[in-house]
T-cell receptor
């Protein structure tokens, strides 16, 4: 069974700092990996989707990498801002047509 | 383009009752997936509907059931509610073509079972 782990569970950084969030998964037979943002009590916003054949995706200050063979992904956030404060979830999609989610990293960016 | 909407936003029920949650897909999408997110956890897959047929199910008991309508909107029904059913219920729509497409999530329905 696919298991997704995110480290750290929580992270506080001062505004302007660059940071890295980590995601690992146990079964490398994935179709893709997605990073989501979730604000408190809200739904999920897709940030980046990396297909299994890709190594990375970039959107603005966000860069996500995927190493399928080792079962790892990272989300890099450059020049963090208070508005980046949220929970970040990674999810992998397998042949079962569903997403397996990690428990998330709660990020706080301190002004 | 209309995004994914869910109703109601909040709901309080008592143990043993039944509940129906609703989801309207993003325009043009033919696939709806439902997820349960307990407090402090990541979402867990309940089931998916594609063109009105169930197309995959997670590890949830049969008292969790669903429907998808011809306009691709969907319902999640939960019978015999238990305290542990308290959670945020998320639906996500996508357009299933030759591969897996990005899922777009609604804001969720927060269910509290007392």
């Amino acid at each position: 069974k696919q298991e997704v782990t995110q480290i750290p569970a929580a992270l506080s950084v001062p505004e302007g700092e660059n940071l890295v969030l980590n995601c690992s998964f146990t079964d490398s037979a994935i179709y893709n990996l997605q990073w989501f943002r979730q604000d408190p009590g809200k739904g999920l916003t897709s940030l980046l989707l990396i297909q299994s054949s890709q190594r990375e995706q970039t959107s603005g200050r966000l860069n996500a990498s995927l190493d399928k063979s080792s079962g790892r992904s990272t989300l890099y956030i450059a020049a963090s801002q208070p508005g980046d404060s949220a929970t970040y979830l990674c999810a992998v999609q397998t042949g079962a047509n569903n997403l397996f989610f990690g428990t998330g990293t709660r990020l706080t960016v301190i002004p | 383009e209309t995004g994914v909407t869910q109703s109601p936003t909040h709901l309080i029920k008592t143990r043993g009752q039944q509940v129906t949650l609703r989801c309207s897909s993003q325009s043009g999408h033919n696939t709806v997936s439902w997820y349960q997110q307990a407090l402090g956890q990541g979402p867990q897959f309940i089931f998916q509907y594609y063109r009105e047929e169930e197309n995959g199910r997670g590890n949830f008991p049969p008292r969790f059931s669903g429907l998808q309508f011809p306009n691709y909107s969907s319902e999640l029904n939960v019978n015999a509610l238990e305290l542990d059913d308290s959670a945020l219920y998320l639906c996500a729509s996508s357009l299933a073509t030759s591969g897996w497409e990005t899922q777009y999530f609604g804001p969720g329905t927060r269910l509290l079972v007392l």
